[in-house]
């Protein structure tokens, strides 16, 4: 979808900056073909999956491009990337197919902190790309998130220096589900991307229901240092074919290319050019992802718990409990919640999932802290 079509859908079902339960999107999110599916087993709210997905009209593409599993993709890879440049706004050659966003966050953290470079990033957020480049000798710098666990843009700012290779600003941030001010990371990004390049990882993007929210796509076509990334398993609910993709300035983009490895598959592309044409299934999926963040409040407002509003597929809750003891409660009770995020080690991140394993989310914990 269109990053307009998607801004124009969210005006029709009249979101704003608050979330809210629409109960006149059942008929919507049904006509994806989709329904709740039940794990007797476990509820698996661990890992910000997206269990409704593939679509069915992904599946049947999956199912239709067996017979070229014995061919190399490229061709058809030529044919995703033309899709993904169109829905962009760029050319071809601003982008990076990528075995999901974690290769390229792998990617540009080789590229970047090989050698000693110096990288700067929120604390806590995603590490795949931090965590990488120190293998390989990075040094980052970590700076913790405000009070209201948001990035201190400020404070990152002050970090730079000229060994500065690399930013990493995660928004939505992960885990804390946070969304930097509108315009303000676009602010960000001008005022230091001089001295180094900077990392917009939109994974969540989609999941933002603030209108006219600016992708830093935007700076990418202007010709900043700015590389962006996303990913098809999240709204896309294809986090088991691994496929993702950056968008950066040509030059930028063949440096990255150069540091890829694994790349991605057949299937996975050609389910990845069906998704990007299954306009319903993606607004089911956003649809679902507002119900059960709904109800997670609802448990959460209940039981007085403070947690943060969430522009993503997850809250992140303060339980007042350390993370270790309460993952091993609620597992007994049939719940996987996410793992410890340091310095926070009471607070717990709890993905949406199905409509059901969210309300067994809600009985599970009312029995745990009761």
């Known amino acids: 979808m269109k990053n307009t079509d998607r801004r124009q859908w969210l005006k029709t079902i009249g979101l704003s900056g608050g979330f809210v339960l629409m109960g006149g999107l059942e008929g919507l999110a049904m006509s994806g073909g989709q329904t709740d599916v039940i794990n007797n087993e476990i509820a698996k709210l661990n890992s910000n999956e997206n269990p409704f997905g593939p679509s069915a009209r992904v599946r049947k593409a999956i199912s239709n491009s067996f017979d070229m599993a014995c061919r190399y993709p490229y061709q058809s890879l030529r044919s995703l990337v033309d899709m993904i440049a169109e829905k962009e706004g760029v050319s071809s050659k601003h982008i990076v197919i990528t075995g999901g966003s974690t290769e390229g966050l792998k990617a540009v953290g080789l590229t970047y902190g090989l050698k000693g470079g110096e990288l700067i990033a929120a604390d806590p957020t995603f590490q795949s790309m931090l965590r990488y480049a120190e293998n390989f000798g990075a040094y980052v710098h970590r700076v913790p998130v405000r009070k209201d666990m948001g990035h201190d843009l400020e404070a990152m700012a002050k970090r730079v220096t000229n060994k500065t290779r690399l930013i990493f ?202």
């Open 169 to 370: 600003v995660c928004n939505p941030n992960n885990p804390t589900g946070t969304l930097i001010q509108k315009n303000k990371l676009k602010d960000f990004c001008t005022s230091v991307d001089d001295k180094a390049v900077v990392f917009s990882d939109e994974a969540y993007y989609d999941f933002i229901t603030e209108p006219e929210y600016p992708s830093m796509v935007s700076l990418v076509k202007e010709g900043r240092n700015v590389i962006v990334s996303k990913t098809f398993s999240k709204v896309f609910g294809m986090a088991g074919l691994r496929i993702g993709y950056m968008i950066a300035r040509p030059d930028i983009a063949n440096r990255l290319k150069a540091s890829v490895m694994a790349n991605t598959n057949i299937l996975a592309i050609e389910a990845a050019k069906e998704a990007l044409r299954d306009t319903e299934f993606y607004k089911f999926s956003i649809a679902k992802t507002i119900e059960a963040k709904k109800l997670i409040y609802d448990t959460l407002d209940t039981l007085g718990l403070e947690y943060i509003p969430s522009h993503t597929n997850f809250v992140f809750f303060k339980s007042g409990r350390h993370i270790s003891e309460l993952q091993k409660q609620m597992l007994a009770e049939k719940v996987m919640i996410g793992r410890p995020f340091p310095p926070f080690y009471d607070w717990a991140r709890i993905s949406t999932g199905t409509i059901a394993d969210v309300e067994r989310f809600g009985d599970a914990l009312k029995k745990v802290l009761s």
